[in-house]
């Protein structure tokens, strides 16, 4: 079955209790993981951003709420010291950002972790190398995600014919239809954006968790048919 990953992101707004609330309903709707972000607010200039910043001691107590929700948690580092971070948790996987795919001391330390990789790739990236970097350093084969061009995409932007070699699709258009193709076209993972309400950062390529569950529910359905 499609592994199918709830991303909260920042869209928790730097609210640990509508982080909680999340994974719950990530949860309920039926999706398979959990994917928060880790990162260090003196790198960003913009405010929306830093807001959204979660202490190292609060993520760790959405790891372990996760646990006992029972879902699995895991995020996106930016930094080798958020890796070590991580595996102080006991991440079973992680997510590279398609702006990473370059940050070699960041891959590396990923690697040397032997876990689940993901990474997201754009058009303009050869995923082939990125796959040769992980190949051989983990007993997982690396799963590479298509991301497509805009923030949202334009349909005519998808190109889901990239999931024929990728593997897997990072959703960030605003409905279902996207990913349900990508299950027809055998996708792996699916990574969709989720939103309590429009009141959050990346609300413009979120669904909410009514279409989450009806996701899970139809991309369950298509591979019954398939």
Not at 33 to 61: G, M, N, T
Not at 87 to 100: A, C, F, M, P, Q
Not at 167 to 186: D, K, R, W
Request: hydrophobic share 40%; charged share 25%; aromatic share 8%.
């Amino acid at each position: 079955m499609v592994f199918i990953v709830s991303e909260i992101g920042l869209n928790h707004g730097g609210s640990l209790a509508k982080a909680k609330k999340m994974i719950v309903l990530s949860k309920e709707a039926g999706a398979s993981a959990v994917k928060f972000q880790v990162f260090d607010k003196e790198d960003y200039v913009r405010e929306d951003i830093k807001k959204c910043w979660l202490s190292r001691e609060q993520l760790k107590v959405l790891k372990e709420y996760a646990d006992i929700v029972g879902i699995e948690w895991f995020a996106t580092p930016e930094k080798p010291e958020h890796v070590d971070f991580l595996e102080s948790l006991g991440v079973n996987k992680y997510k590279i950002r398609h702006t990473d795919c370059h940050n070699k001391e960041l891959l590396k330390r990923v690697a040397a972790t032997g876990k689940q990789v993901i990474i997201s790739v754009t058009e303009d990236v050869k995923a082939s190398k990125i796959v040769d970097f992980f190949v051989g350093k983990s007993k997982h084969y690396p799963i590479v995600l298509h991301c497509p061009n805009g923030f949202p995409p334009k349909l005519n932007q998808i190109h889901l014919y990239e999931l024929l070699m990728n593997g897997g699709f990072s959703n960030h258009y605003p409905g279902i239809l996207p990913c349900l193709i990508a299950v027809a076209f055998e996708a792996k993972l699916l990574e969709v954006h989720v939103k309590l309400d429009d009141n959050c950062i990346d609300a413009g390529v979120s669904i909410d968790f009514n279409q989450l569950a009806e996701l899970v529910k139809q991309a369950r359905q298509v591979e019954e048919m398939l």
